[in-house]
DNA sequence: TAGATTGTTAATCGATTAACAATC
DNA sequence: TAGATTGTTAATCGATTAACAATC
């Protein structure tokens, strides 16, 4: 019996954020960073529940895969709540990112100051088109994708955004990989496939739109 | 009996596509747009299941939603599916945009060719500081926010696009909504409320990266 | 204390997968 | 025909919700 709640022991703390979970631990982060804000010190399920559009359960459910607890009576206290939020989400650390398409999108990014504000730096930028080597963006001069390899060494670059036309995209990713990334944004429409130790995620902002002109034909 | 099985024909049709199918549709979508460029006539189930990283099982599954058959021992005709893709996702229409913000975000949308490419097109750009008014967009000029009304009626806008900063997200989409929008698309970290009759879609940039650090975490 | 809210277990609901008869 | 692949039903799996004892 020991031996049996040892191995439950052993196998439970490898425990996974269901991805429907993660997904919502990020909107909990947002809405508690504007709670916290404002001076409100205390939230309860119901409330954020009430807010985000879910039950009071689920919210219960999902923040119980938090580090953190709350008081009965009092619900969630907002600034350790927005804390261990923070810590699950990596939003406490600085993440270095190297962009790979200085086109509209690519450009956007580096210029948006909202990332650099919530710990994304991007580091370098890079570029297959020569008459955009040297282009200056801010602080950062765009440069030749033979300049990736170096970057991420120099950087210890995280993340790779690949910012580039859909048919460019995988070859990109593959390019990223090679050079030692840990983890991908895609920003084009394409499906990218890399190998086991590297994370993917897809912005989908395209395909958000398609999500939402179906909706809007039933109408 | 009889009457049950009316019943029941009467309440089928009004079939939603649920929402974890209707992402993977936009993915099929881009998937087999890029088969038919290559010139490949027929696709199988369990091809296409590869490429996504699903099942066979899944894909079958997702694709009998669309107003299309497969063919039993080739699969499904690409030249079909990706009409019926398209016109499931409203893909085959042009929808008309209104975009809120003139920020590194709202001018690379607006720059962006892929959007018109595929049918969104911006016919409208605000921004609430009166500096960026007047400022040349390619060829649309940047409006004050009261014009939002009238430029709603004027293009027949089916779309808002919310490119503020977060704090302005929600007081936008109220405007949007009162002007006349029938959707729209966040690209704030912010929950929108909107009324019922109004669908909102989030593209979720900054939580996609959440979620890949969240994920780096653990390695 | 009394009442409100958590944390958690059990029940329900929905989505994914397996399996297989129909079929071209 | 024989073999491969669909469409669909049934089984499994996982996620959401309901319910309630524990608690401050």
Known sequence: MAIVDTVKFMTNPARVVPSPVLKRLTDYYTT???????????????????????????VRQDLSHLDFAGVSKRGYRT????KALACALGADRIWNMLVVGAGNLGRALVLHPEFRRRGFMIRAVCDSDVFKTGLKLRTLEVQRMNQIPQAVKEHAIDIGVIAVPEDAAQGVADLLVEAGVKGLLNLTPTHITAPEGVAVTDARILASLQELTHTLMGK
Chains 1, 2 share one sequence.
């Open 32 to 58: 508690v960073q504007g709670l916290t804000a404002e001076g409100v010190e205390w939230v309860s399920s119901s409330r954020l529940a009430d807010v985000l559009g879910l039950t009071s359960s689920t």
């Open 79 to 82: 600034s350790g709540l927005e």
